[in-house]
T-cell receptor, first 112, second 113 residues
Framework: DVKVTQSSRYLVKRTGEKVFLECVQD?????MFWYRQDPGLGLRLIYF???????EKGDIPEGYSVSREKKERFSLILESASTNQTSMYLC???????????FGDGTRLSIL | QKEVEQDPGPLSVPEGAIVSLNCTYS??????FMWYRQYSRKGPELLMY????GNKEDGRFTAQVDKSSKYISLFIRDSQPSDSATYLC?????????????FGQGTRLTINP
């Protein structure tokens, strides 16, 4: 079974803080993804990585950066957290090409 | 206009009913079509994954794709209370060797015992 693990289920941070969300997958997948999920807006792609140290912007990259130093780990960084970044963050991974994505259980992040 | 349109519901049906969930899309470049199920406080779980127009069946679930009409459906037969969840349609195009998914809003479904 594919396992995508997000380090925190719930996180509360303050505006202006630098926030790190971590994701690890155990299936040797090439591709990893970060989404945010908001009521009425669905899931939106923030960034994805198609290989170690390679990344591509998604649809809403502003205010975020990512890091992928090892194949199994993909980090999402909020450089200076703001209240409009309060959301559910979901990590996913997949093999190369049109293989389906598998999701973690999400991190619910609140920025106060 | 959104690339993928999905009625958010909520949809409430009695146990044993046939459920029909639908999405429309506007981008002809979409190649693969998926349905995910998401329980409360959990991540989306892949249910169905299809490429071509037509039907694909897996147990009580049938996914239907009509590329000419840009319309996909998920049918659930003999619905159970355990099917109560949010159902997300998703469609993909390929970028840098990775699937770029576009999701519908999700339909919240409740099956009443």
């Amino acid at each position: 079974d594919v396992k995508v693990t997000q380090s925190s289920r719930y996180l509360v941070k303050r505006t202006g803080e630098k926030v790190f969300l971590e994701c690890v997958q155990d299936m040797d997948h090439e591709n990893m993804f970060w989404y945010r999920q908001d009521p009425g807006l669905g899931l939106r792609l923030i960034y994805f990585s198609y290989d170690v140290k390679m990344k591509e912007k998604g649809d809403i990259p502003e205010g975020y950066s990512v890091s992928r130093e090892k194949k199994e780990r993909f980090s999402l960084i909020l450089e200076s957290a703001s209240t409009n970044q309060t959301s559910m963050y979901l990590c996913a991974s997949s093999f190369y090409g049109n293989q389906p994505q598998h999701f973690g259980d999400g991190t619910r992040l609140s920025i106060l | 206009q959104k690339e993928v349109e999905q009625d958010p519901g909520p949809l409430s049906v009695p146990e044993g009913a046939i459920v029909s969930l639908n999405c429309t899309y506007s981008n002809s470049a979409f190649q693969y079509f998926m349905w995910y199920r998401q329980y409360s406080r959990k991540g989306p779980e892949l249910l169905m994954y299809t490429y071509s127009s037509g039907n694909k069946e897996d147990g009580r679930f049938t996914a239907q794709v009509d590329k000419s009409s840009k319309y996909i459906s998920l049918f659930i037969r003999d619905s159970q209370p355990s099917d109560s969840a949010t159902y997300l349609c998703a469609m993909s195009s390929l970028i840098q060797g990775a699937q770029k998914l576009v999701f519908g809003q999700g339909t919240r479904l409740t099956i009443n015992p």
